[in-house]
């Protein structure tokens, strides 16, 4: 075999490992839970001296006066026995922006997660996502999963970057606000209930 072609052959070979190592390394980057693209979540451990199933009944108590009175809530899951609750609800959201504030008008829907144990609670808020007002004559506009970093995960159409990053940090400092809120509202229920 002349060398030309044995040296083609060899770097044909070597051309796959090139892009799966190109790939793996692209895939640790989208995944690096420290970088902006990371979702916004808010958790919560409380430490409460009650066994496992009297802490449930109280965790859903507390559940059903903070989170459960928020607009939608929906309670998807209640299994006393593993000491889970699973729930939706979501926030209403109004701008105080000029710039596309009737299409931003909407919700940040969330999901609730409440893990019950002897002795601790854990609450968790996750999977924050704006949805716009799509009644508009332009259509609404949707930010989507809400991350930690500045920009948008999506590039929203009819607005400038520099507005986008205004709007965006708007729904975030008010979803943080009114997250923050209920988890101390949840906490207080739930160590007030158990007090002599």
């Not at 044909?12 to 970088?35: E, I, N, W």
């Not at 000491?83 to 829907?109: D, K, P, Y």
């Not at 854990?122 to 996502?129: G, M, V």
Request: aromatic share 6%; with cysteine.
């Amino acid at each position: 075999m002349p060398r030309s072609e044995a040296a083609n052959l060899h770097a044909m070979h070597r051309f796959p490992l090139l892009l799966v190592a190109c790939s793996l390394s692209l895939a640790g980057t989208a995944q690096d839970p420290g970088s902006g693209t990371a979702a916004i979540t808010y958790a919560r451990s409380i430490a409460i001296p009650l066994n496992g199933v009297m802490l449930f009944d109280k965790a859903t108590e507390a559940w059903t006066w903070t989170f459960g009175k928020e607009p939608g809530a929906k309670l998807l899951r209640s299994e006393r026995a593993e000491g889970i609750i699973e729930a939706t609800a979501r926030l209403n959201f109004r701008s105080e922006m000029l710039t596309g504030r009737e299409e931003s008008m909407g919700i940040v829907q969330y999901r609730v997660l409440v893990n019950v144990r002897a002795g601790e609670c854990r609450i968790a808020i996750s999977e924050l996502t704006h949805t716009g007002n799509r009644t508009t004559a332009r259509g609404g506009m949707h930010m989507g999963l809400l991350a930690k970093g500045e920009d948008p995960l999506r590039k929203v159409p009819g607005m400038g970057g520099s507005n986008a990053r205004r709007l965006y940090a708007e729904i975030k400092a008010v979803s943080q606000a009114r997250i923050t809120g209920l988890l101390q509202a949840f906490e207080s229920r739930l160590k007030a209930s158990v007090e002599p």
